[in-house]
């Protein structure tokens, strides 16, 4: 969370300027990310998968699948899942991030397609239904409608097609960035609208940006997905992280991060599986 933080009511209902905000913010950040260890693209172009162990139990054999991701950044989860045999579609909102995306997929010989659209306006540039939609670590956060999200979600799944999802458990973002005190509300409210310096996977990066996020509960996000004909496969969470993207983390084992004061009291990611039921 950034250093300075105020509330504005209904930000979302009176204007874009969220969207004109949080994508000025990812496009500053794409080339940051883009050269950082934390992505290590290198080792992706040498042939290492950007996938953790939680979504690849989740996702299954992919090969031939037809698969949308959003939310994907600059494509590295996208271009994973096409070099297991999917066939990949992935979206962005930051026109820095896919034109990178398609660069990466260029270099590697990957045929996955990109999209630059928000989630909301996906309708206006897509006509296609999925047999996987994914999406994962760090999406919801930036969107103010979840009941939209889900909706979005349903349209583009086949019948029967699966939702895989993997998110930061709302859990942890209660707590300030040192995680000392509980400073904002676990269930969505107003919007939460903060000066930020620096990212998350280059904490020294020459970046000073105002981020517009919103906090959802579980209970929140099941229910959405229930009311748009989603049942529920499964539901787990995981008390660690497979990023050391927070402040205060150990790395108890391989690759698994915990938030070192808290050990393993608190739930650090949680997982989705639906199914569209018709």
């Known amino acids: 969370r950034g250093f300075f933080v105020y509330c504005i009511k209904n930000y979302m209902n009176s204007n874009n300027n969220y969207i004109e905000t949080n994508k000025k913010l990812w496009n500053d950040r794409t080339k940051v990310h883009y050269e950082s260890n934390f992505y290590d693209v290198e080792g992706f172009l040498k042939g290492n998968s950007s996938l953790n162990q939680i979504e690849l139990e989740l996702l299954g054999d992919v ?141 020294d990066a020459n970046l000073e940006h105002k981020s517009i996020t919103w906090n959802h509960g579980i209970g929140e996000v099941v229910s959405s997905l229930l009311k748009n004909d989603i049942a529920l496969i499964s539901l787990k969470e995981y008390d660690y992280s497979p990023y050391d993207c927070f402040y205060g983390t150990e790395e108890f084992k391989k690759g698994c991060f915990r938030i070192k004061k808290f050990g393993n009291k608190i739930p650090m990611v949680y997982s989705i599986v639906g199914e569209k039921r018709r």
């Open 63 to 203: 090969s031939n699948k037809s698969i949308l991701h959003l939310q994907c950044h600059f494509g590295l989860d996208t271009l994973s899942l096409n070099r297991l045999g999917a066939n990949v579609t992935g979206v962005d909102f930051s026109e820095k991030a896919i034109e990178i995306a398609q660069e990466i997929a260029s270099k590697t010989n990957l045929k996955s397609s990109f999209i630059c659209s928000s989630v909301y306006d996906l309708p206006n540039y897509l006509n296609q239904k999925f047999d996987i939609i994914y999406t994962s670590y760090g999406t919801i956060g930036w969107l103010p409608d979840i009941d939209k999200w889900s909706s979005i979600i349903s349209k583009f799944l086949k019948p029967n097609g699966r939702f895989v999802f993997v998110e930061f458990h709302p859990a942890i973002w209660m707590f300030d960035d040192k995680f000392e005190e509980i400073t904002y509300k676990y269930n969505n409210s107003d919007a939460i609208v903060e000066l930020e310096n620096g990212t998350y996977a280059n904490r």
